[in-house]
């Protein structure tokens, strides 16, 4: 039997969806194209089928990560973001977690798609939580950039140094408590995403 084309495209965005979140858990490097495709239901075969190669993959379920972030950050308030992203919770849980936080190390040895894919969702991350809309003042736009961009860097260092360290360390919790009172404390009061 023959897969319409509909069936096609919901078939590569499940396993677009699927190679988001195992790549998340496991890394670039500790996903098979077989294992990755048992996952999402399908034989390995089937593959290249929609995809040029496990690096194409790995461009579009970096791109479908941040989306899916970027949705759900669309109405949050950022303390209440900033307090469950940097807990225990999400801490312990890469799969359903940030992509940033999880792949960034890994995009860095990877190919120039898998990089742009990176750049492009930074950097939609940092227009929407700039909240330049009704700045003016190129200086002050400049200064929210700068001071957006601080806080994902110190906000995902946080993640990546708290999961380095043994799930029992209590130094995992207090690297997590440390940086989420020092990025609350300087955040203005009010503060939306």
């Known amino acids: 039997m023959k897969v319409t084309k509909a069936q096609a495209q919901a078939n590569r965005a499940h396993i677009v969806e699927t190679a988001s979140t195992l790549f998340r858990k496991r890394g670039y490097d500790g996903v098979g194209v077989a294992d990755l495709m048992a996952a999402a239901g399908f034989t390995h075969g089937g593959f290249y089928k929609h ?15 941040f989306s899916k972030s970027a949705e759900a950050l669309a109405e949050v308030d950022q303390r209440a973001f900033l307090t469950y992203y940097l807990s225990r919770e999400h801490r312990d849980g890469p799969g359903d977690g940030c992509t940033m936080a999880a792949l960034c190390s890994d995009a860095a040895r990877q190919s120039a798609s898998v990089r742009a894919a990176f750049a492009a969702g930074i950097e939609a991350q940092l227009t929407a939580g700039a909240d330049q809309k009704n700045e003016a003042d190129t200086a002050t736009v400049e200064s929210n950039r700068a001071r957006q961009i601080a806080l994902i860097a110190q906000a995902i260092g946080a993640i990546v140094l708290s999961r380095s360290c043994p799930d029992d360390a209590s130094l995992a919790d207090e690297i997590l408590d440390a940086c989420r009172e020092d990025i609350l404390a300087r955040l203005p009061s009010g503060a939306a995403a």
């Open 51 to 65: 995809f040029g190669s496990k690096a194409d993959l790995m461009a579009e379920a970096a791109s479908c990560g």
